[in-house]
């Protein structure tokens, strides 16, 4: 079972709405939940580069700041993105 947190931004409130997303998600893929992060994204990127999680889940990309390492894009246009987002989602997961 692969190790997951969830990364919530500090500035997202209510984190309420974007926690019960996420850990609907988890459910879904059956990943073991090591907890809730509400800081900078490098303190995610440094649990990740320590192996410390498998795996980080955000409630929406939005949230993801554009500087961030590791840096992930979809070279897809936004609509077919949109449309085949579950391909996506399971490869990325």
Same mark, same amino acid.
Request: some cysteine.
């Given at each position: ?10 500035? %997202? ?5 974007? &926690? ?8 879904q893929h059956d990943y073991r939940l090591k907890g809730i992060v509400r800081a900078p994204w490098e303190t &995610?990127?440094?649990?990740? %580069? ?5 795996? &980080? ?37």
């Open positions: 079972m692969e190790i997951a947190v969830i990364w919530i931004p500090a500035d %997202i409130e209510p984190s309420e709405p974007a &926690v019960a997303v996420c850990l609907a998600h988890l459910r &995610v990127e440094q649990k990740m %580069i320590d192996g410390e999680v498998d795996v &980080v889940v955000i409630a929406d990309p939005a949230h993801l700041p554009p500087d961030r390492s590791p840096r992930i894009e979809v070279a897809a246009p936004a609509s077919t993105a949109d449309e085949d987002r579950s391909a996506y989602d399971t490869q990325l997961d």
